[in-house]
């Protein structure tokens, strides 16, 4: 199984992008999913999740910023991102967990120019 991310590019800070991430089979039993995003000479960090009871966390640089979305029986889930920055600059995966494991997308590359 794996999850297959679409949707990075180029952008001018102040713009707009959109995510979508889907499972290429079914994947039972999520507990949540969401997006991670690792820039250059940094760690992986969290950006935004979901999770099967409907809950929503974000990090705080992404905060009224960055919108997640997605249908956890569909094995779907998307981020609207806003006004992005240059520091928004990273490779973006996306994620998804259950009780037995992790599932990892390819990582998508958004670039924000100043």
């Known amino acids: 199984v794996q999850l297959q991310a679409s949707g990075g590019g180029l952008v001018q800070a102040g713009g707009s992008l959109g995510l979508s991430c889907a499972a290429s089979?079914?994947?039972?039993?999520?507990?949540?999913m969401g997006w991670y995003r690792q820039a250059p000479g940094k760690r992986r960090e969290l950006v935004a999740l979901?999770?099967?009871?409907?809950?929503?966390n974000y990090a705080d640089s992404a905060k009224g910023r960055f919108t997640i979305s997605g249908d956890i029986a569909k094995n779907t889930v998307y981020l609207l991102m806003s006004n992005l920055k240059p520091d928004d600059t990273a490779v973006y995966y996306c994620?998804?967990?259950?009780?037995?494991?992790?599932?990892w997308g390819q990582g998508t590359q958004v670039t924000v120019s100043s």
């Open positions: 979901f999770t099967s009871d409907g809950n929503t």
């Open positions: 994620h998804a967990a259950n009780s037995w494991r992790d599932y």
């Open positions: 089979e079914k994947i039972y039993s999520i507990d949540y």
